[in-house]
């Protein structure tokens, strides 16, 4: 099967999220079954020289975005038997960050058209176009609106998969000509019409042949008025065609036994090593050196949806407990300051770095007997996945991807992988916390957790054998979706 991701960003060449990922990890499983699966990203300015020097230029052509036409330049890549192309245009592109700009509607008008365009150019129609997120999301509309009359693009049939329904690619009802050169009864027909403006994803909910979530919870969750954004309506009426799907990890890159960023490499057969990762990382952050003390972190972006309403409620309990914390990541100024401000009250227990730093994270991960997780919400979730891997054991609320992925520890059975609580309340998350540090006294009861939770197949293999089939049953069908 021939099978093209397009995404807004990929791992290694340009990051912000979970999906950048994904869309590094998934397309090297699928193309272990057999599948020729390429990945066509945005070539941006925050791309590594290192990478930029090895692509190699293919096609240029124009894309019309509007009443302009535009240059789009494609270069190709081939990195770890996958092939990239890149879509190269540096007024849209070479900015020093990915997203937040005022022209976003039109960057990505200009990249979705760029992509259907890129088709033709290269002569490389695949089965399935896989779109990934709002960046992607005129995609499948447009192809099902406009491209299927031309030669090569009518058999091609769509997936799109929503990996955070909260970012929808929301714009003014003016793009549509002015940014999509479409007829206005895409808009008045409410296939992209959205409480007065337009909506990239709910184009993509409408037209695309199959929708998948990245887990079972998250496609039920998205589905009620509670988690559906305004869009569960939507979904609802698509649920024959949506899918739940758990992501994976990419079990190379986080791999204890062969970390080359961590202290010691480690396994569930050598816990000992993993002690001289805590007690490295102690010394490094300033922390007190003691393999008792439990240390918990959170490597996470500092929002509400990660749950950091609930840290700041009860931060003062945790820290009167026999614990040390540590927290890495960026997000609203106003969790960053309360937690440096935190960090000064408690210096002796507390460590706060609003950065992100992938080599620190490796380091974080290793050193952790601990990993807080307590989102409002969470459609997958990777980081319980590595911490899991690393045998620092979850403690998170049962929503999306962290419901389908944590077992919550049973001590009349002995089975369980790590500690959860259902509803978004601060206590509720202090008295998992604290039975959790109830059960780490007891070495050998915390023993079996950590091996449960290591032992564990986190890898990419269940996941790309699932969306395997599900492009095999799309490519059998006679019809694609009609909207």
């Not at 102690?282 to 950091?308: A, H």
Request: glycine share 8%; hydrophobic share 40%; proline share 3%.
């Amino acid at each position: 099967m021939k099978v093209l991701f397009a995404v807004s960003e990929c791992q290694p060449f340009a990051k912000s999220g979970g999906l950048a990922d994904v869309a590094g990890s998934l397309p090297k499983e699928l193309n272990k079954l057999g599948s020729d699966v390429r990945v066509i990203l945005p070539k941006y300015g925050t791309i590594a020289d290192k990478f930029k020097n090895q692509m190699m230029k293919v096609k240029n052509f124009t894309v019309s975005v509007g009443w302009r036409n535009q240059y789009c330049g494609i270069e190709e890549l081939s990195y770890k038997g996958v092939t990239y192309y890149f879509v190269d245009n540096e007024y849209y592109f070479n900015r020093e960050q990915l997203y937040g700009f005022f022209d976003d509607g039109e960057r990505f008008a200009f990249f979705n058209r760029a992509v259907l365009e890129m088709m033709a150019m290269l002569e490389f129609f695949p089965d399935v176009l896989h779109c990934h997120d709002w960046h992607t999301g005129m995609i499948p509309y447009l192809l099902r609106s406009e491209y299927y009359k031309r030669k090569g693009y009518g058999s091609i049939r769509t997936v799109f998969t929503i990996h955070n329904l909260q970012f929808q690619g929301i714009f003014p009802k003016d793009i549509i000509k002015d940014l999509l050169g479409i007829d206005w009864k895409a808009y008045n027909q409410g296939h992209l019409e959205f409480f007065g403006n337009v909506n990239f994803m709910k184009g993509a909910l409408v037209a695309a042949d199959r929708i998948t979530t990245v887990s079972p919870t998250y496609k039920k969750e998205i589905q009620t008025e509670e988690y559906g954004e305004k869009l569960d309506g939507v979904l609802r009426e698509r649920n024959e065609n949506l899918i739940g799907i758990i992501n994976g990890i990419d079990e190379d890159f986080y791999n204890p036994q062969n970390d080359p960023f961590i202290y010691k490499t480690f396994s569930f057969r050598s816990p000992g090593n993993k002690l001289v990762n805590k007690r490295e990382i102690q010394k490094y952050t300033g922390l007190k050196t003691s393999s008792n003390v439990p240390l918990m972190v959170m490597i996470s972006r500092l929002t509400r949806q990660k749950g950091l309403d609930l840290v700041r409620c009860v931060l003062r309990e945790i820290l009167q407990e026999d614990i040390q914390l540590i927290v890495l990541g960026t997000g609203d100024h106003e969790y960053e300051d309360y937690l440096r401000q935190a960090a000064r009250i408690y210096p002796e227990k507390l460590k706060v770095y609003t950065e992100f730093d992938e080599e620190f994270a490796h380091k974080l991960y290793a050193a952790a007997d601990l990993f807080l997780m307590p989102s409002l919400f969470e459609p997958c979730g990777l980081g319980q996945l590595i911490a899991m891997r690393y045998g620092a054991i979850p403690i998170v609320r049962e929503t999306g991807g962290l419901n389908d992925t944590v077992n919550a520890f049973n001590e009349f059975t002995g089975e369980g992988n790590g500690f959860s609580f259902r509803y978004f309340n601060a206590h509720d998350m202090l008295y998992t916390i604290r039975r959790a540090l109830q059960f780490y006294q007891d070495k050998q009861v915390w023993e079996s957790i950590v091996k449960q939770a290591m032992e564990k197949d986190y890898s990419w293999t269940q996941s790309a054998f699932s969306y395997n089939q599900l492009y095999a049953e799309l490519i059998s069908r006679s019809e694609t979706h009609v909207f």
